[in-house]
C-alpha cells in the first residue's frame, strides 16, 4: 500500500512541476520584447544628386528633305551617302529633253503671239484710217450715215483685237516662263550646306510628282550639333528647366557618358499606351562625329546637386516602429509641425520640388547608445532614389537610424517547447 501511495504521490509531484514550468513559459513568452534585434545604417555626409532619367532619340539640329517638283527620269547623281555638300551645288538632274522640247514649243508660240499683235495693231491703224475718212465724208454730206457708223464699228473691233491679241501673248510668255522654271527644276541643288545622310533614288529610276513630292536625298545641315529628342513623364517634366545639365548614354559607346544641355520643354502632349509624356529636346556637342543620327540614348537630366550634406538609406524613412513606439513618433511629429507652422522654412533650393523646398516633416528612429530606439524629427530635401537627404532634429553623421527589425515574438515560437522535450 505504502509503495503504491508512494508512486502515486510521485507522480502528482510532476505534474505539478510540470504546469509550474508551463506557467513560468507563459510568462515568459508574453514578457517577450516585441523586437529582438534592429538593422541601423550610418548616417553618412556627402553629395546628393537627383536625377530624372528619360529615353531619346538623336537627330541633327537641321535636317531637310530634297524632292523633286517635277516628274522624270533620274539621268544623273552628283552626291551619294555621306557626301559633303554646299548649298546651290548640282546633286542630281532629271532628264530634261521632254521639258527642251516643251521650253521650243512655248517660244515658237509666243513668236506667233507677237506677229498676232503685230497683224492686230495693224488692222487697228487701218480702221481708224478708214473711220476717220467715213466720218469726214458723212460731215460734209458726201458719205451715207450707214457708211459712218460700220467704219466706226470696225475700228472698235480692230481696237479690241489688239487688246485681245496682247492678252495672248501674255499667256504665251507666262507659259514660256513656267517651262524655263520646270526645265530648273531638273536640275536638283543642296537647298543648305551639310552632308547627304540618305539617299532614295538610283540612276534611270522615274520619280512622280504628280500627288506628292518624292524624297530623292536626305541632308543633315551640320552633324557636329545635333539634338536629342527625350520621352519625359508627365510627372517628372515640372522639374526641368531650359539650361539644365544632361548627361546619356549609347550602345555602341556602352563605357562613354556624353553630355548636353536642355534647350527647350515643348508644350505638346505626346500620349502613348495611356502614357503622357513631353520632349525635352537637349543640345548636343558632337565634334568628334561618333554620335549618328537615330541612336537611342538613355538620358539622365540632373536636377539638382548639393554637397555635404547629410544621407540616410531611404529605407530608414520607411521603416515602421512596432506598435508600443508608433504613439512617441507620432506625438514628436505633431509637436515638429505645430513648432514648424511658426517659423520661415526659407526659399527653396535650385531643384528642389514643392514638398522638399516646403520642408516636409518626417521621422526617423534613430538607436540609442542604451540600444533602446527614440524618434527624431527632421526635414527631408532631394533624393536619388537609394538616399535622401535630410537636416535637423540634432541628427548627425555617423548616428546609427533603424532601417528595419526582427521581431523577438518570432524568434520566441521556434524555440522548443517543453511538451516537446516530453
Known amino acids: 500500500m505504502i509503495g503504491r501511495r508512494g508512486r502515486i504521490a510521485a507522480i502528482g509531484l510532476a505534474a505539478l512541476a510540470i504546469a509550474a514550468a508551463a506557467g513560468v513559459y507563459a510568462v515568459s513568452r508574453s514578457a517577450a520584447p516585441a523586437v529582438a534585434r534592429y538593422d541601423t545604417a550610418p548616417v553618412q555626409r556627402g553629395t546628393l544628386v537627383a536625377r530624372v532619367t528619360a529615353t531619346g532619340t538623336l537627330s541633327p539640329r537641321v535636317e531637310v528633305q530634297v524632292g523633286s517638283q517635277v516628274s522624270g527620269r533620274i539621268q544623273e547623281l552628283l552626291a551619294d551617302f555621306n557626301s559633303p555638300v554646299q ?64 467704219a466706226l464699228a470696225a475700228f472698235q473691233a480692230a481696237r479690241a483685237q489688239v487688246d485681245s491679241a496682247k492678252a495672248s501673248l501674255a499667256q504665251t510668255q507666262a507659259a514660256r516662263e513656267q517651262t524655263e522654271t520646270n526645265l530648273g527644276y531638273t536640275t536638283i541643288v543642296s537647298p543648305i550646306d551639310g552632308i547627304v545622310i540618305s539617299r532614295d533614288v538610283d540612276v534611270g529610276q522615274t520619280v512622280a510628282a504628280t500627288l506628292q513630292t518624292p ?88 536636377v539638382a546637386q548639393h554637397d555635404d550634406v547629410l544621407l540616410v538609406p531611404n529605407a530608414a524613412l520607411r521603416f515602421a516602429p512596432p506598435p508600443e513606439l508608433a504613439g512617441r513618433g507620432e506625438a514628436a511629429l505633431r509637436e515638429a509641425t505645430a513648432a514648424a507652422a511658426g517659423r520661415d522654412v526659407g526659399p527653396a533650393r535650385d531643384g528642389e520640388s514643392g514638398s522638399a523646398a516646403a520642408g516636409t516633416e518626417r521621422v526617423l528612429w534613430v538607436l540609442g547608445e542604451d540600444g533602446s530606439p527614440r524618434p527624431m524629427v527632421v526635414r527631408i530635401g532631394i533624393g536619388d532614389g537609394r538616399s535622401t537627404e535630410v537636416e535637423g532634429g540634432g541628427l548627425a553623421a555617423g548616428a546609427a537610424v533603424i532601417v528595419g527589425a526582427k521581431g523577438g515574438e518570432a524568434e520566441a515560437s521556434e524555440r522548443p517547447r517543453f511538451g516537446r522535450i516530453l
Open 87 to 150: 548649298k546651290g551645288q548640282v546633286i542630281a538632274r532629271i532628264d530634261p529633253r521632254l521639258f527642251e522640247a516643251e521650253l521650243a514649243k512655248a517660244r515658237a508660240n509666243e513668236i506667233a503671239a507677237h506677229a498676232a499683235v503685230a497683224r492686230a495693231e495693224a488692222d487697228l491703224t487701218d480702221a481708224r484710217l478708214k473711220n476717220e475718212r467715213a466720218q469726214g465724208l458723212a460731215a460734209r454730206g458726201m458719205g451715207s450715215r450707214a457708211d459712218a457708223d460700220s
Open 215 to 302: 524624297t530623292l536625298f536626305t541632308i543633315a545641315e551640320d552633324l557636329r550639333q545635333m539634338e536629342l529628342h527625350t520621352n519625359v513623364a508627365e510627372a517628372d517634366v515640372g522639374r526641368l528647366l531650359a539650361g539644365m545639365p544632361v548627361e546619356f548614354t549609347v550602345d555602341a559607346y556602352p563605357s562613354r557618358r556624353f553630355r548636353g544641355v536642355v534647350k527647350e520643354i515643348r508644350y505638346a502632349p505626346q500620349t502613348v499606351q495611356n502614357v503622357v509624356t513631353y520632349d525635352a529636346v537637349v543640345s548636343v556637342d558632337n565634334g568628334d562625329l561618333a554620335l549618328r543620327p537615330g541612336m537611342t540614348a538613355d538620358v539622365s537630366f540632373l
